[in-house]
């Protein structure tokens, strides 16, 4: 069975600080997809990254940067520089790949959440 | 389009009513996942489709909840004689292969049972 462990219920930084947010996973596919998605007081949920378990390349997109461990099953997401606008409820996620007449992802598990605030 | 749309955005029942919510995935998506997002935090998916066929369903509760994606509409979720425990935000997510694209999320359906 699939699992997601975001062990930080809530995290609190002053602007400009850099925060990290941790992720850990079990699964026994050999290929699959992590995710991380930004939940902000509105309620949508928006797509921050996806990564292949062939990819451990680490990732930065501006203030954001991402280190996947394979070794260690875990997949870490950095704020540098904090901003009250990235205060949100920030999840990770896990699909399968799939092979049914396609590639699919398989349905997502999702961890439970870091409740980030950032305070002026 | 290039979002996932759900309808509506909020939907009040009363106890025993029906609920049907909708969501057209991006085009040319043909893979579409529904989930459940109770109590804020915790998300459970329900079902999802490869075009109009039902790809996994292991989610889905046995009884009241049903689902379709049909060509040319958008795809459903139906919730016969809905329960309070029913209250939640209902999130559509469509892809194609896995390899191609990521899962992009709709703005979600707030259901409220009352």
């Known amino acids: 069975a699939q699992k997601v462990t975001q062990a930080q219920t809530e995290i609190s930084v002053v602007e400009k600080e850099d925060v990290t947010l941790d992720c850990v996973y079990e699964t026994r596919d050999t290929t699959y997809y992590l995710f991380w998605y930004k939940q902000p007081p509105s309620g949508e949920l928006v797509f921050l990254i996806r990564?292949?378990?062939?990819?451990?390349q680490n990732e930065i997109s501006g203030r954001y940067s991402w280190n996947f461990q394979k070794s260690t099953s875990s997949f870490n997401f950095t704020i540098t520089a904090s901003q009250v606008v990235d205060s949100a409820v920030y999840f990770c996620?896990?699909?399968?790949?799939?092979?049914?007449?396609?590639?699919?992802?398989?349905?997502?598990?999702f961890g439970q959440g870091t409740i980030l605030t950032v305070h002026p | 389009g290039e979002e996932v749309a759900q309808t509506p955005k909020h939907l009040v029942r009363g106890e025993g009513q029906k609920a049907k919510l909708y969501c057209a995935p991006i085009k040319g998506h043909s893979y579409v996942f529904w989930y459940q997002q109770v109590l804020k935090n915790e998300f459970k998916f329900l079902i999802s489709f490869q075009n109009e066929n039902v790809f996994d369903e292991t989610g889905m509760p046995k009884e009241r909840f049903s689902a379709k994606c049909l060509p040319n509409s958008p795809c459903s979720l139906e919730i016969q004689a809905t329960k309070l425990e029913d209250s939640a935000v209902y999130f559509c997510a469509s892809s194609q292969s896995a390899g191609v694209s990521p899962l992009h999320f709709g703005n979600g359906t707030r259901l409220t049972v009352t």
């Open positions: 996620a896990l699909s399968e790949a799939l092979n049914a007449g396609g590639t699919s992802y398989g349905k997502l598990t």
């Open positions: 990564r292949n378990s062939f990819d451990e």
